[in-house]
């Protein structure tokens, strides 16, 4: 890049395409290649060496101070942190991204593609973690280099970055290394990349995430199963129990009857106001739209980013796979609420026992029941959040979307709790990018248009924070 005509803002995208056209996609094929996965502990090891031969040295080169910690748990992956310090008087910028990915499933992927090795096909690379989220993070490192370059060595802006490599596994001391580093993690605003934008072609900001509420629904009526001739018609079959508990829980259409589980104030005024004409569903995923489904009088957006939705992830009684004649002993649902930050997931249980005995089923136990991610959100009028979306619109010359909750799961409630910090997401995804799935892939479009908005926002950002009330 050196050399490059053009200076300031402009000069700075122009360095950040510049440096995508040219590296980006071999810098990503080097990163894919480490087996990172932390759901199997045989590739331990890959997630430190993704870390300490990855990332460090690039970040060492950038300028920053760099320190691979073992995780607070044992037996979870380690943690990198990268400061970058001009001065302490200048605003500071926290970057997160997690190093490790899901299994790499390699007999599950298509003919001549593997989950390690970036592949190019029809438009697409291929490989496991390249927006999941090695790509992601990758690329908003890449438009601090792009700056540094065009504003010869300096930002005007300290940053952190931090990289787990437990994400994949709940974050597991995530919130434990936060918590013991507050000093360290000490930051203005939290911008990172994770998850999808609502659409290939629309630049998303999130500002937070719903949160995941799970317990099982059993009903445990005897030691085993009693012919079906003999007692069937005499006897409580628990499936059909299970199955008239559940729709009490939920109508034909989707809408909760437990109404102590949802926002007591509605769709706070700020979401509905960022989501009026937000688009859902884009990028090829395989699920339909249903219209009629769900909470009625809210829009497919205000359902999916800005209320709280159940949903039966598993059912059985008996053995589906090899039926036998007889009235099973017990059934089970394993369920689970994602939920906005303007409910409380303690009341969720409580709430649910209650509406069971006041419809005469105090034979279906609520069991394990525990919140596996918290909620958290950042107020779409929030100042930082107003100046990213701006800067991000002058950077691409489009609109860009503001969404309240990202519509998979993220530790933003860690920050926000330990840090007390607004969260920007900046996604460079698509519904359609199969992560978690074989052949996961990214679009180079839309990572193209990431680098450039990254570096319009490190561009801004050097000029002066936004002020905030």
Sequence with gaps: MDGMAGAGREGALARARALFDAEFRDRLAALVAYPSTSQDPAHGEDCRRYLEEGLKPWLERLGFAVTVHDNPVAGVGPILTGTRVEDPALPTVLVYGHGDTVRGLDEQWSEGLKPWTLTEREGRWYGRGTVDNKGQHALDIAALEAVLDARGGRLGFNVTVLIETAEERGSA????????????????????????????????????????????????????????????????????????ALASIVDRNGKILVRDWLPPDGVPASVKQVLEGCPVGGGGAAATIDEGWGEPGLSSAEKIYGWNSFIVLAMISGRPENPVNAVAPDARAHCQIRYTVDTDPLSFAPSLRRHLDAAGFPEVAIENAGIRMNASRTDPADPWVVWARESMERSLGKRVQVIPNASGGLPGDVFVDALGVPLVWVPHSYNGCQQHGPDEHALPEPLREGIAAFAGMWWDLGEGAPKRG
């Design 173 to 244: 001391g995530l919130r434990e290394f936060v918590e013991a580093n507050k000093a360290m993690l000490a930051a203005d605003v939290l911008i990172a990349s994770d998850g999808p934008r609502v659409e290939p072609e629309l630049p998303t900001i999130a500002t937070g995430t719903r949160g995941t509420v799970h317990f099982d629904l059993a009903v445990r009526l005897r030691p085993g199963g009693v012919h079906s001739g003999h007692w069937g018609g005499l006897t409580k079959d628990p499936a059909i129990i299970l199955a008239h």
